[in-house]
């Protein structure tokens, strides 16, 4: 069964640490992504991923940076953790799709319930 | 970044009945796709519908698009207890490999 594994589903970390959150999929898929799911404000792109060692910013990429060393694996690294980071993380991964098209579908995984301290 | 917005914010319909949920969105897209969650988990691609697509079926689920309006809608027929989720359109536009989601649509199916 395909899958996009986050490694941790719950996550309690103190305010000024160094958090990385993994994400692993076993899809091949060239592009990953990573948003954050708040209450009122649905899902928010933070940074994107179209090959290896390739990053984009999203819409809210502050606070954050990103790592893809490896095709399957990308990580998001809160450098120091505030409070208002505090939310749910969802990574995605997709193939690019046929052609021009873009036509693909996000595979996400279950999620890591974040809370800052 | 362009958005969707789904219409209505919660929906509580009783076990049997039909649930519809509407999506609109602000610029030109490529393709508009619906994702379920379920409370606490990730989100599960359910459909996909082209710019050049005015309909699509999947089992129990049926698809429209209307570029004109700028508008989608996702149809859910015969609704289970199970289906109790929330919903979201996410758009793409040309040539953009990521996606932009709405704020979802609760959906309570009543046994």
């Known amino acids: 069964d395909v899958k996009v594994t986050q490694s941790s589903r719950y996550l309690v970390k103190r305010t000024g640490e160094k958090v990385f959150l993994e994400c692993v999929q076993d899809?091949?898929?060239?592009?990953m992504f990573w948003y954050r799911q708040d209450p009122g404000l649905g899902l928010r792109l933070i940074y994107f991923?179209?090959?290896?060692?390739?990053?984009e910013k999203g819409d809210i990429p502050e606070g954050y940076s990103v790592s893809r060393e490896k095709k399957e694996r990308f990580s998001l690294i809160l450098e120091s953790a505030s409070t208002n980071q505090t939310s749910m993380y969802l990574c995605?991964?997709?193939?690019?799709?046929?052609?021009?098209?873009?036509?693909?579908?996000?595979?996400f995984g279950s999620g890591t319930r974040l809370t800052v301290v | 970044s362009q958005q969707g917005e789904e219409d209505p914010q919660a929906l509580s319909i009783q076990e049997g009945e039909n649930a519809t949920m509407n999506c609109s969105y602000k610029?030109?897209?490529?393709?508009l796709q619906w994702y379920r969650q379920n409370s606490g988990r990730g989100l599960v691609h359910l459909i996909l519908?082209?710019?050049?697509?005015r309909e699509k079926h999947s089992g129990r689920l049926r698809v429209t698009l209307d570029t004109s309006k700028k508008s989608s809608s996702l149809l859910i027929t015969a609704s289970r207890a199970a289906d109790t989720a929330s919903y979201f359109c996410?758009?793409?536009?040309?040539?953009?490999?990521?996606?932009?989601f709405g704020k979802g649509t609760k959906l309570s199916v009543i046994p």
């Open positions: 995605a991964s997709s193939s690019p799709g046929q052609g021009q098209t873009r036509d693909y579908g996000y595979t």
């Open positions: 899809m091949d898929h060239e592009n």
């Open positions: 991923s179209y090959d290896v060692k390739m990053k």
């Open positions: 610029t030109s897209i490529n393709n």
């Open positions: 519908i082209r710019s050049n697509e």
């Open positions: 996410a758009t793409s536009g040309a040539g953009s490999y990521q996606l932009t």
